[in-house]
Protein backbone atom coordinates (compact mmCIF):
# COMPACT_ATOMS: atom_id res chain seq x y z
CA UNK A 1 0.00 0.00 0.00
CA UNK A 2 2.79 2.62 1.21
CA UNK A 3 5.06 1.52 -1.56
CA UNK A 4 2.46 2.01 -4.17
CA UNK A 5 1.48 5.33 -2.74
CA UNK A 6 5.01 6.48 -2.99
CA UNK A 7 5.45 4.69 -6.52
CA UNK A 8 2.43 7.33 -7.85
CA UNK A 9 3.64 10.02 -6.18
CA UNK A 10 7.38 9.91 -7.08
CA UNK A 11 7.25 7.57 -10.35
CA UNK A 12 4.10 7.13 -12.64
CA UNK A 13 2.16 9.81 -12.59
CA UNK A 14 3.86 11.68 -10.48
CA UNK A 15 7.37 13.36 -10.13
CA UNK A 16 9.91 11.53 -12.59
CA UNK A 17 6.70 10.86 -15.24
CA UNK A 18 5.58 14.68 -15.05
CA UNK A 19 8.96 16.13 -15.23
CA UNK A 20 9.90 13.97 -18.53
CA UNK A 21 6.82 14.79 -20.15
CA UNK A 22 6.90 18.94 -19.17
CA UNK A 23 10.64 18.58 -20.18
CA UNK A 24 9.56 17.10 -23.83
CA UNK A 25 6.71 19.81 -24.05
CA UNK A 26 9.06 22.41 -23.24
CA UNK A 27 11.00 21.78 -25.80
CA UNK A 28 8.11 20.98 -28.13
CA UNK A 29 7.29 24.98 -27.49
CA UNK A 30 10.71 26.02 -28.12
CA UNK A 31 11.42 24.26 -31.01
CA UNK A 32 8.06 24.71 -32.90
CA UNK A 33 8.50 28.16 -31.92
CA UNK A 34 11.63 28.60 -33.67
CA UNK A 35 10.67 26.44 -36.65
CA UNK A 36 8.13 29.21 -37.23
CA UNK A 37 10.27 32.02 -36.48
CA UNK A 38 12.67 30.07 -39.28
CA UNK A 39 15.50 29.46 -36.84
CA UNK A 40 16.65 26.14 -35.81
CA UNK A 41 16.22 25.69 -32.38
CA UNK A 42 17.22 24.00 -29.14
CA UNK A 43 18.53 20.50 -28.43
CA UNK A 44 15.62 17.87 -26.88
CA UNK A 45 17.23 17.83 -23.60
CA UNK A 46 17.61 22.17 -23.37
CA UNK A 47 15.44 22.04 -20.55
CA UNK A 48 16.63 19.59 -18.73
CA UNK A 49 20.54 21.42 -19.38
CA UNK A 50 18.33 24.84 -17.97
CA UNK A 51 17.35 23.37 -14.69
CA UNK A 52 20.15 21.02 -13.94
CA UNK A 53 22.27 24.25 -14.71
CA UNK A 54 20.41 26.24 -12.56
CA UNK A 55 20.22 23.84 -9.35
CA UNK A 56 24.29 23.84 -9.48
CA UNK A 57 23.83 27.80 -9.56
CA UNK A 58 24.43 30.20 -6.11
CA UNK A 59 20.88 31.10 -4.26
CA UNK A 60 21.02 34.48 -3.52
CA UNK A 61 18.25 36.18 -0.88
CA UNK A 62 17.88 40.22 -1.44
CA UNK A 63 18.99 42.43 1.46
CA UNK A 64 15.28 44.03 1.22
CA UNK A 65 13.10 40.47 0.77
CA UNK A 66 11.24 38.98 3.41
CA UNK A 67 13.33 35.66 3.97
CA UNK A 68 10.87 33.88 4.75
CA UNK A 69 8.32 33.85 1.92
CA UNK A 70 11.06 34.15 -0.47
CA UNK A 71 12.28 30.95 0.20
CA UNK A 72 8.88 29.09 0.58
CA UNK A 73 7.15 30.72 -2.24
CA UNK A 74 8.69 28.92 -5.44
CA UNK A 75 7.45 25.12 -3.48
CA UNK A 76 3.70 25.83 -3.84
CA UNK A 77 3.61 25.87 -8.20
CA UNK A 78 5.54 22.60 -8.57
CA UNK A 79 3.03 20.99 -5.29
CA UNK A 80 -0.43 21.95 -6.45
CA UNK A 81 0.61 20.93 -9.96
CA UNK A 82 2.10 17.39 -8.94
CA UNK A 83 -1.14 16.84 -6.95
CA UNK A 84 -3.26 17.85 -10.26
CA UNK A 85 -1.25 15.79 -12.12
CA UNK A 86 -1.66 12.79 -10.39
CA UNK A 87 -5.15 13.12 -9.87
CA UNK A 88 -5.76 13.34 -13.64
CA UNK A 89 -3.71 10.64 -14.86
CA UNK A 90 -5.58 7.80 -12.33
CA UNK A 91 -8.58 9.57 -13.43
CA UNK A 92 -8.16 8.75 -16.96
CA UNK A 93 -5.70 5.64 -16.70
CA UNK A 94 -7.29 4.07 -14.03
CA UNK A 95 -10.58 5.36 -14.28
CA UNK A 96 -10.30 5.70 -9.88
CA UNK A 97 -12.25 9.12 -9.33
CA UNK A 98 -13.82 11.13 -6.62
CA UNK A 99 -16.91 12.93 -6.36
CA UNK A 100 -15.64 16.97 -7.09
CA UNK A 101 -12.21 16.17 -8.02
CA UNK A 102 -12.53 18.44 -10.94
CA UNK A 103 -13.24 21.47 -8.20
CA UNK A 104 -10.02 19.68 -6.39
CA UNK A 105 -8.16 20.24 -9.50
CA UNK A 106 -9.34 23.32 -10.42
CA UNK A 107 -8.06 24.80 -7.40
CA UNK A 108 -4.77 23.20 -7.63
CA UNK A 109 -4.43 24.63 -10.62
CA UNK A 110 -4.92 28.33 -9.04
CA UNK A 111 -1.29 27.30 -6.53
CA UNK A 112 1.24 28.06 -9.52
CA UNK A 113 -0.12 31.85 -10.35
CA UNK A 114 -0.71 32.43 -6.49
CA UNK A 115 2.98 31.34 -5.68
CA UNK A 116 4.75 33.55 -8.21
CA UNK A 117 2.54 36.34 -6.67
CA UNK A 118 3.58 35.65 -3.28
CA UNK A 119 7.53 34.92 -4.44
CA UNK A 120 7.44 37.93 -6.47
CA UNK A 121 6.04 40.12 -3.64
CA UNK A 122 8.54 39.08 -0.89
CA UNK A 123 11.54 40.08 -3.23
CA UNK A 124 11.33 43.67 -2.50
CA UNK A 125 12.18 44.91 -5.73
CA UNK A 126 9.83 47.28 -7.75
CA UNK A 127 9.34 45.35 -10.92
CA UNK A 128 8.80 41.99 -9.44
CA UNK A 129 6.25 43.74 -7.37
CA UNK A 130 4.45 44.93 -10.34
CA UNK A 131 5.04 41.89 -12.15
CA UNK A 132 2.99 40.09 -9.00
CA UNK A 133 0.09 43.17 -9.14
CA UNK A 134 -0.29 42.02 -13.28
CA UNK A 135 0.04 38.36 -12.82
CA UNK A 136 -3.35 38.97 -9.89
CA UNK A 137 -4.79 40.88 -12.48
CA UNK A 138 -4.85 38.60 -14.94
CA UNK A 139 -5.84 35.92 -12.43
CA UNK A 140 -9.09 37.77 -11.60
CA UNK A 141 -9.54 38.21 -15.27
CA UNK A 142 -8.92 34.63 -16.77
CA UNK A 143 -10.63 32.75 -13.74
CA UNK A 144 -14.15 33.73 -14.52
CA UNK A 145 -14.25 32.36 -17.76
CA UNK A 146 -12.32 29.65 -16.87
CA UNK A 147 -14.83 28.69 -14.03
CA UNK A 148 -17.76 29.55 -16.71
CA UNK A 149 -16.81 27.59 -19.50
CA UNK A 150 -15.91 23.87 -16.51
CA UNK A 151 -19.47 25.24 -14.80
CA UNK A 152 -21.01 24.55 -18.71
CA UNK A 153 -18.66 20.83 -19.06
CA UNK A 154 -20.53 19.70 -15.83
CA UNK A 155 -23.85 20.48 -16.55
CA UNK A 156 -23.20 18.87 -20.12
CA UNK A 157 -22.00 15.70 -18.91
CA UNK A 158 -24.09 15.59 -15.29
CA UNK A 159 -21.21 14.89 -13.23
CA UNK A 160 -18.26 16.62 -10.24
CA UNK A 161 -16.43 13.41 -11.48
CA UNK A 162 -13.60 13.67 -14.10
CA UNK A 163 -14.21 10.21 -15.05
CA UNK A 164 -17.99 11.12 -16.19
CA UNK A 165 -16.58 13.28 -18.47
CA UNK A 166 -13.82 10.60 -19.99
CA UNK A 167 -17.29 8.60 -21.09
CA UNK A 168 -18.51 10.81 -23.70
CA UNK A 169 -16.36 14.12 -25.37
CA UNK A 170 -18.35 17.10 -23.79
CA UNK A 171 -16.94 18.81 -26.87
CA UNK A 172 -18.81 17.19 -29.33
CA UNK A 173 -22.17 19.46 -28.77
CA UNK A 174 -22.41 23.06 -29.18
CA UNK A 175 -22.30 24.62 -25.81
CA UNK A 176 -19.03 21.77 -25.27
CA UNK A 177 -17.10 23.40 -28.50
CA UNK A 178 -17.75 27.29 -27.39
CA UNK A 179 -16.73 26.34 -23.72
CA UNK A 180 -13.57 24.97 -24.83
CA UNK A 181 -12.31 27.87 -26.82
CA UNK A 182 -12.96 30.25 -24.12
CA UNK A 183 -11.16 27.43 -21.37
CA UNK A 184 -8.20 27.47 -24.08
CA UNK A 185 -8.03 31.09 -24.31
CA UNK A 186 -7.96 30.67 -20.40
CA UNK A 187 -5.28 28.06 -20.74
CA UNK A 188 -2.78 30.71 -21.93
CA UNK A 189 -3.27 33.17 -19.89
CA UNK A 190 -2.78 30.81 -17.29
CA UNK A 191 0.29 29.33 -19.14
CA UNK A 192 1.89 32.76 -19.24
CA UNK A 193 2.16 32.55 -22.66
CA UNK A 194 1.83 35.27 -25.64
CA UNK A 195 -0.68 37.43 -25.98
CA UNK A 196 -1.33 36.91 -21.87
CA UNK A 197 2.49 37.96 -20.94
CA UNK A 198 2.45 41.06 -19.02
CA UNK A 199 3.24 40.02 -15.72
CA UNK A 200 6.59 38.52 -17.41
CA UNK A 201 7.15 40.51 -20.12
CA UNK A 202 10.98 40.27 -20.63
CA UNK A 203 11.34 43.93 -22.50
CA UNK A 204 9.66 46.27 -19.76
CA UNK A 205 9.91 44.30 -16.88
CA UNK A 206 12.91 42.21 -17.35
CA UNK A 207 11.15 38.71 -16.37
CA UNK A 208 8.57 40.05 -13.94
CA UNK A 209 7.79 38.17 -10.19
CA UNK A 210 11.33 36.38 -11.00
CA UNK A 211 13.58 39.07 -11.25
CA UNK A 212 15.19 38.41 -7.94
CA UNK A 213 14.80 35.05 -8.01
CA UNK A 214 18.30 32.75 -9.05
CA UNK A 215 19.71 29.42 -8.62
CA UNK A 216 17.72 26.66 -7.43
CA UNK A 217 14.47 28.73 -6.26
CA UNK A 218 14.52 30.10 -9.94
CA UNK A 219 14.74 26.19 -11.05
CA UNK A 220 11.59 25.32 -9.23
CA UNK A 221 9.43 27.95 -10.61
CA UNK A 222 10.96 26.60 -14.29
CA UNK A 223 9.69 23.29 -12.86
CA UNK A 224 6.54 24.65 -12.16
CA UNK A 225 5.98 25.96 -15.52
CA UNK A 226 6.89 22.86 -17.47
CA UNK A 227 4.89 20.82 -15.18
CA UNK A 228 1.96 23.44 -16.09
CA UNK A 229 3.02 22.25 -20.05
CA UNK A 230 1.70 18.98 -19.30
CA UNK A 231 -0.72 19.12 -16.49
CA UNK A 232 -3.14 22.34 -17.95
CA UNK A 233 -3.47 20.99 -21.67
CA UNK A 234 -4.77 17.51 -20.18
CA UNK A 235 -6.88 18.70 -17.93
CA UNK A 236 -8.54 20.26 -21.15
CA UNK A 237 -8.03 17.10 -22.71
CA UNK A 238 -9.74 15.45 -20.07
CA UNK A 239 -13.09 17.41 -19.46
CA UNK A 240 -13.48 18.84 -22.77
CA UNK A 241 -11.92 15.99 -25.10
CA UNK A 242 -12.82 12.91 -23.56
CA UNK A 243 -9.66 12.26 -22.16
CA UNK A 244 -7.54 8.89 -22.67
CA UNK A 245 -7.53 5.37 -21.98
CA UNK A 246 -5.23 2.27 -21.96
CA UNK A 247 -3.74 0.73 -25.06
CA UNK A 248 -4.25 2.54 -28.26
CA UNK A 249 -6.34 5.00 -26.36
CA UNK A 250 -3.46 6.58 -24.77
CA UNK A 251 -2.09 7.39 -28.15
CA UNK A 252 -5.10 9.06 -29.20
CA UNK A 253 -5.01 10.86 -26.33
CA UNK A 254 -1.60 11.63 -26.55
CA UNK A 255 -2.52 12.73 -30.41
CA UNK A 256 -4.97 14.87 -28.04
CA UNK A 257 -2.50 16.59 -26.41
CA UNK A 258 -0.23 17.54 -28.58
CA UNK A 259 -3.17 18.81 -30.71
CA UNK A 260 -4.34 21.10 -28.03
CA UNK A 261 -0.51 21.95 -26.86
CA UNK A 262 0.37 23.02 -30.77
CA UNK A 263 -2.90 25.18 -30.87
CA UNK A 264 -1.45 27.11 -27.59
CA UNK A 265 1.74 27.41 -29.18
CA UNK A 266 0.07 28.99 -32.63
CA UNK A 267 -1.37 30.92 -30.80
CA UNK A 268 1.30 32.08 -28.80
CA UNK A 269 3.83 32.80 -31.51
CA UNK A 270 0.92 34.68 -33.87
CA UNK A 271 0.38 37.63 -31.64
CA UNK A 272 1.42 40.31 -29.77
CA UNK A 273 1.36 41.21 -26.37
CA UNK A 274 -2.28 42.91 -24.99
CA UNK A 275 -2.01 45.42 -22.13
CA UNK A 276 -3.14 44.26 -18.37
CA UNK A 277 -6.27 46.20 -19.15
CA UNK A 278 -6.68 44.59 -22.73
CA UNK A 279 -6.26 41.30 -21.79
CA UNK A 280 -9.64 42.22 -18.31
CA UNK A 281 -11.44 43.44 -21.16
CA UNK A 282 -10.75 40.52 -23.71
CA UNK A 283 -11.74 37.92 -20.74
CA UNK A 284 -14.54 39.89 -18.68
CA UNK A 285 -16.53 41.18 -22.02
CA UNK A 286 -15.14 38.36 -25.18
CA UNK A 287 -14.65 35.42 -23.57
CA UNK A 288 -16.70 35.28 -20.29
CA UNK A 289 -19.96 36.08 -22.41
CA UNK A 290 -18.89 32.95 -24.63
CA UNK A 291 -18.64 30.75 -21.67
CA UNK A 292 -21.93 32.46 -20.35
CA UNK A 293 -23.66 31.43 -23.77
CA UNK A 294 -22.13 27.84 -23.02
CA UNK A 295 -23.39 27.52 -19.80
CA UNK A 296 -27.04 28.40 -21.08
CA UNK A 297 -26.72 25.85 -23.92
CA UNK A 298 -25.95 23.11 -21.44
CA UNK A 299 -28.45 23.95 -19.22
CA UNK A 300 -30.99 24.52 -22.42
CA UNK A 301 -30.11 21.46 -23.69
CA UNK A 302 -30.30 19.46 -20.54
CA UNK A 303 -33.99 20.66 -19.79
CA UNK A 304 -35.07 19.73 -23.35
CA UNK A 305 -32.84 16.69 -23.54
CA UNK A 306 -30.91 17.59 -26.69
CA UNK A 307 -27.91 15.77 -26.23
CA UNK A 308 -26.27 17.98 -28.83
CA UNK A 309 -26.88 21.21 -27.89
CA UNK B 1 34.42 17.29 -14.73
CA UNK B 2 32.74 19.83 -13.14
CA UNK B 3 29.24 19.41 -13.60
CA UNK B 4 28.35 23.28 -12.29
CA UNK B 5 30.18 24.60 -15.13
CA UNK B 6 28.96 21.66 -17.57
CA UNK B 7 25.65 23.11 -16.69
CA UNK B 8 26.46 26.63 -17.60
CA UNK B 9 28.77 24.95 -20.86
CA UNK B 10 25.16 24.07 -22.05
CA UNK B 11 22.73 26.59 -21.38
CA UNK B 12 24.45 29.88 -21.26
CA UNK B 13 21.89 32.48 -20.35
CA UNK B 14 23.40 35.73 -21.73
CA UNK B 15 23.27 39.12 -19.76
CA UNK B 16 24.08 42.30 -21.67
CA UNK B 17 25.83 44.68 -20.13
CA UNK B 18 26.99 48.04 -21.85
CA UNK B 19 29.77 50.38 -19.92
CA UNK B 20 30.14 52.74 -22.58
CA UNK B 21 30.37 51.51 -25.95
CA UNK B 22 29.53 52.78 -29.19
CA UNK B 23 26.48 50.37 -29.38
CA UNK B 24 27.95 48.63 -32.56
CA UNK B 25 29.10 45.49 -30.44
CA UNK B 26 25.44 45.57 -28.95
CA UNK B 27 23.94 45.67 -32.19
CA UNK B 28 26.21 42.42 -33.45
CA UNK B 29 25.15 40.75 -30.03
CA UNK B 30 21.41 41.05 -30.95
CA UNK B 31 22.28 39.90 -34.13
CA UNK B 32 23.28 36.21 -32.48
CA UNK B 33 19.92 35.81 -31.88
CA UNK B 34 18.36 36.27 -35.08
CA UNK B 35 17.33 33.47 -37.18
CA UNK B 36 20.41 33.61 -39.32
CA UNK B 37 22.30 32.84 -36.25
CA UNK B 38 20.26 31.28 -34.04
CA UNK B 39 22.18 31.60 -30.45
CA UNK B 40 19.54 29.25 -28.97
CA UNK B 41 21.04 25.94 -30.63
CA UNK B 42 23.58 26.33 -28.16
CA UNK B 43 21.09 26.86 -25.26
CA UNK B 44 21.58 30.44 -25.05
CA UNK B 45 18.95 33.38 -24.67
CA UNK B 46 18.88 36.53 -23.35
CA UNK B 47 18.34 37.46 -20.00
CA UNK B 48 16.84 40.74 -18.72
CA UNK B 49 18.49 40.01 -14.97
CA UNK B 50 22.02 39.55 -13.95
CA UNK B 51 20.34 37.15 -11.26
CA UNK B 52 19.40 34.61 -13.96
CA UNK B 53 23.09 35.43 -16.00
CA UNK B 54 25.81 32.55 -17.14
CA UNK B 55 27.84 35.00 -19.19
CA UNK B 56 27.99 38.61 -18.59
CA UNK B 57 28.13 39.90 -22.21
CA UNK B 58 30.14 43.41 -21.61
CA UNK B 59 30.58 46.05 -24.32
CA UNK B 60 32.72 49.22 -24.15
CA UNK B 61 36.02 50.18 -22.66
CA UNK B 62 34.33 50.63 -19.12
CA UNK B 63 34.26 54.37 -18.60
CA UNK B 64 34.55 56.21 -14.67
CA UNK B 65 31.01 56.80 -14.30
CA UNK B 66 30.20 52.71 -15.61
CA UNK B 67 32.75 51.07 -13.50
CA UNK B 68 30.83 51.34 -10.11
CA UNK B 69 27.49 50.05 -11.63
CA UNK B 70 29.94 47.29 -13.61
CA UNK B 71 30.89 46.33 -10.32
CA UNK B 72 27.61 45.65 -9.25
CA UNK B 73 26.33 43.75 -11.80
CA UNK B 74 29.41 41.70 -10.69
CA UNK B 75 27.98 41.05 -7.10
CA UNK B 76 24.85 41.15 -8.26
CA UNK B 77 25.11 38.16 -10.90
CA UNK B 78 24.36 34.35 -8.92
CA UNK B 79 28.03 32.65 -9.25
CA UNK B 80 29.34 30.57 -11.01
CA UNK B 81 29.50 33.28 -14.25
CA UNK B 82 31.28 34.28 -16.73
CA UNK B 83 32.19 37.23 -18.59
CA UNK B 84 32.75 37.78 -22.25
CA UNK B 85 34.59 40.78 -23.03
CA UNK B 86 32.79 41.65 -26.99
CA UNK B 87 34.77 44.32 -28.79
CA UNK B 88 38.36 45.45 -28.96
CA UNK B 89 37.39 48.22 -26.82
CA UNK B 90 36.35 45.31 -23.68
CA UNK B 91 39.20 43.14 -24.22
CA UNK B 92 41.83 46.13 -24.71
CA UNK B 93 40.39 49.74 -24.77
CA UNK B 94 41.60 49.24 -28.44
CA UNK B 95 40.97 53.38 -29.41
CA UNK B 96 40.45 54.64 -25.85
CA UNK B 97 44.27 53.13 -24.68
CA UNK B 98 44.95 56.51 -23.54
CA UNK B 99 41.73 58.03 -22.88
CA UNK B 100 41.54 60.32 -19.32
CA UNK B 101 38.14 58.53 -18.41
CA UNK B 102 38.06 55.17 -19.58
CA UNK B 103 39.64 52.88 -16.58
CA UNK B 104 39.36 49.45 -18.73
CA UNK B 105 40.05 46.64 -19.69
CA UNK B 106 37.53 44.41 -18.62
CA UNK B 107 39.74 42.05 -16.83
CA UNK B 108 41.65 44.54 -15.10
CA UNK B 109 38.06 45.55 -13.53
CA UNK B 110 37.02 41.85 -13.15
CA UNK B 111 40.26 41.04 -11.20
CA UNK B 112 39.35 44.29 -8.42
CA UNK B 113 36.87 42.63 -7.51
CA UNK B 114 37.13 38.33 -7.75
CA UNK B 115 40.46 37.12 -9.10
CA UNK B 116 38.45 34.08 -10.06
CA UNK B 117 36.26 35.12 -12.32
CA UNK B 118 36.55 33.92 -15.89
CA UNK B 119 36.71 36.85 -18.58
CA UNK B 120 36.36 35.43 -22.47
CA UNK B 121 38.42 37.97 -25.05
CA UNK B 122 36.21 38.77 -28.08
CA UNK B 123 37.71 40.46 -30.47
CA UNK B 124 36.57 42.73 -33.35
CA UNK B 125 35.72 46.09 -34.00
CA UNK B 126 32.27 45.46 -33.67
CA UNK B 127 33.08 40.95 -33.56
CA UNK B 128 30.89 39.70 -36.54
CA UNK B 129 28.15 37.46 -35.30
CA UNK B 130 29.88 34.79 -36.79
CA UNK B 131 32.85 35.42 -34.46
CA UNK B 132 31.08 36.12 -30.87
CA UNK B 133 29.00 32.68 -31.76
CA UNK B 134 32.53 31.11 -32.72
CA UNK B 135 34.42 32.59 -29.18
CA UNK B 136 31.75 31.93 -27.03
CA UNK B 137 31.68 28.21 -28.12
CA UNK B 138 35.23 27.88 -27.77
CA UNK B 139 34.96 29.21 -24.73
CA UNK B 140 32.38 27.05 -23.22
CA UNK B 141 34.17 23.78 -24.57
CA UNK B 142 37.17 25.18 -22.79
CA UNK B 143 35.13 25.71 -19.40
CA UNK B 144 34.52 21.90 -19.05
CA UNK B 145 37.65 21.49 -17.94
CA UNK B 146 38.07 24.07 -15.52
CA UNK B 147 36.53 24.88 -12.11
CA UNK B 148 34.66 28.13 -12.50
Given at each position: MVGSLVFDFFVFPGLVFTLAVGIIASWVVRKVSALIQWRVGPPLLQPAYDIAKLFGKENIIPSGSSEWSYLI???????GLLLASIILVKANYLGTSFIGDVIVVLYLLVLPALSVILGGMSTGNPLSSMGSNRELRLMVAYELPLLLAITAAIVNSGGLKLVTFTAQPVV??????????????CIQAELGFIPFDTPEAETELMGGPLI?????????????????????????????????????????????????????????NTNPRLRSD???????????????????????????????? | MNWKSWGIS???????????????????IV???????????????????????????VTGPITRKSKPRFERVLEASAK??????????????GMFHDAYNCVGPV?????????????LNIPGCPPRPEAIIDGLVTGLNQLKEVEV
Open positions: APLFGPAASISGSLGFVAALLEYSGPLLGLYKISHLMGLLVLPLFLVTVFLGGFSTGWGALWGALKYVLVLVGIILIKQALKFFWYGAAPLALLSLVLAVVGNLIGLGWV | KSPWLYHVNTGSCNNCDIEDCLTPKFDVERFGGKLVGSPRHADVLMPFIVAAVGTCACSKRKVTETVDEDIMV
